[in-house]
């Protein structure tokens, strides 16, 4: 059980989504929710016209809502403005939503009641995930469209998956012990609707994976830098000292730990310069790192943000301020960058698994076939790692620098950042792929290398791939194993600081 108190860490962020770990309000969170409620039933007591609570939204702001149709109003939003297309969702996205919105509404300027966070906090533990399509989220004011589809089964309405069946909404919730709310009480349907959620979901999860990807490439890196028998040389400290930038340090580092007491490196004296894919791993791989930390760090922010509008402050009379929290600008620019390093991860792999295909002169047989000819060996690996570069590429373009209007204009400068995250997080998931294939070549590098001779750090890395992919061999079909090796880079099991 994790107790939310509004100050959500990424580790508690994985185990709730991934992991399932149920979650309860602290009863601090709690006081906070109640508070903004109070407040904003108080501005409303006054008849202070307060946006999207007694007015129309976007360019309907000037309209004044009579108090007859003001829980109308929260309903009409979530109906109306779930018009998203495209697949549905995978699990783990909704699971982010769910956590990320309930935790904007524990920084306590929502104004939304406790009933519909103990609602949000039901779906999380009961596993039930609305049946959200993928596109239409244009960055701001929020990921109106998707957080839309979110927020339908609340009120009983479109679909969501529990139990391994697709239902309508309001059942899955009865099935799952919980009741549709009757009603949403002014600025709640807003409130659910005017966030970052999915974007920062995507972006989560795209994060996870690339540190995964990036923390498993580096032992496989290791393994190829040895099969290849690559020059120590480009490690050395004192290179890196004299250009600090802390990403290339850092992975210098972990490199010289990697391949300390290998009997492979330096064996090979033909050339005195290895390929860039080799020789230039701290500064291919550092810059990613550094990107990992910084999106992190927004990441960190994001998470315990109250990003809808307008935000209600309990302090005095009270006070709601309309403003733009909801902009995904921010996580637009993190996911661009993060999908380039990304991007880049992959590219780099693609290029050892292309030397380690054809290392003839450094002691590797053609396609590190037994039988080179007769058989092709792993010579398809390349090609699939190749055309998921190519795809990377394209979608490495960025959406964040160009906006398109809504609203009659008046939502002139959007972020386009739900572009960006789900970008991102396809080249997060070709780049698993990539580190996969790579992997698969380096076990059998290694095998035909000398795996005796690999250093005591890489072994165990060695060992588990072993467990994963058969010896070199006859041409057989892989499929199976790479998907295994995918899965477990994936799920973490191949981190080479954790075997």
Not at 147 to 169: C, I, N, V
Not at 220 to 233: C, D, K, N, T, W
Request: hydrophobic share 45%; with cysteine; glycine share 10%.
């Amino acid at each position: 059980m994790i107790e939310l108190d509004g100050h959500l860490t990424p580790t508690d962020a994985e185990a709730i989504i991934l992991g399932g770990t149920p979650v309860a309000l602290a009863a601090s969170a709690r006081a906070k929710v109640e508070a903004s409620h109070k407040a904003l039933q108080a501005i409303l007591a006054r008849s202070e016209p307060v946006y999207g609570v007694n007015t129309g939204f976007g360019a309907l702001s000037t309209v004044r809502i009579p108090e007859t149709d003001l829980v109308q109003l929260q309903r009409n939003i979530v109906l109306s403005h779930a018009t998203g297309v495209g697949a549905p969702l995978p699990d783990a996205i909704v699971r982010g939503m769910l956590l990320f919105r309930l935790n904007s509404f524990l920084q306590g300027a929502s104004g939304v009641r406790p009933e519909v966070v103990d609602h949000l906090v039901g779906m999380l533990n009961a596993g039930v995930c609305p049946l959200i399509p993928e596109q239409g989220s244009v960055g701001s004011s929020g990921d109106l469209v998707p957080l839309a589809h979110l927020a339908l089964p609340l009120l009983g309405e479109g679909r969501a998956r529990f139990g391994g069946e697709e239902l309508p909404g309001g059942e899955a919730l009865r099935r799952a012990g919980l009741t549709p709310l009757a009603d949403l009480a002014p600025k709640e349907g807003l409130a659910l609707l005017n966030g970052t959620a999915y974007m920062l979901a995507c972006l989560f999860l795209a994060w996870l994976w690339g540190w995964r990807s990036l923390q498993t490439a580096l032992g496989f890196a290791a393994l190829s830098f040895q099969a290849l028998r690559g020059r120590m040389e480009a490690l050395d400290a004192r290179i890196h000292a004299l250009r600090p930038h802390p990403g290339q340090v850092q992975v210098a580092a972990w490199l010289r730990e990697l391949l300390s007491g290998s009997a492979l490196t330096d064996s090979h004296q033909a050339d005195v310069q290895d390929p860039y894919s080799l020789r230039c791993l701290p500064q291919l791989l550092g810059p990613v790192v550094e990107t990992l930390w910084a999106v992190e760090g927004r990441l960190r922010v994001e998470m315990n943000a109250a990003t809808d509008n307008p935000l209600i402050f309990p302090e005095g009379r009270g006070t709601a301020l309309a403003g733009g929290n909801f902009h995904g600008e921010i996580l637009a620019f993190a996911a661009e960058w993060l999908g380039i390093a990304l991007a880049e991860l992959g590219a780099s792999c693609e290029r050892r698994l292309s030397v380690l295909l054809t290392a003839e002169g450094r002691g590797l047989p053609p396609f590190l076939s037994p039988e080179p000819g007769t058989g092709s060996g792993l010579m398809l690996l390349q090609y699939t790692a190749a055309a998921l570069a190519a795809e990377n590429k394209v979608l490495a373009h960025p959406a964040a620098v160009d906006s398109i209007p809504t609203s009659g204009g008046k939502e002139d400068h959007n972020a386009m950042g739900g572009t960006s995250a789900w970008k991102t997080l396809r080249i997060a998931e070709n780049a698993l792929s990539q580190v996969a294939l790579e992997g698969v070549a380096a076990r059998w590098a290694v095998a035909l290398a000398g795996e005796e001779d690999l250093s005591p750090a890489s072994r165990p890395l060695y060992k588990a791939l072993c467990g994963l992919v058969p010896p070199p061999g006859e041409d057989r079909y892989l499929g199976e194993e790479i998907e295994r090796v995918r899965q477990a880079i994936r799920d973490g099991r191949l981190n080479h600081h954790e075997l």
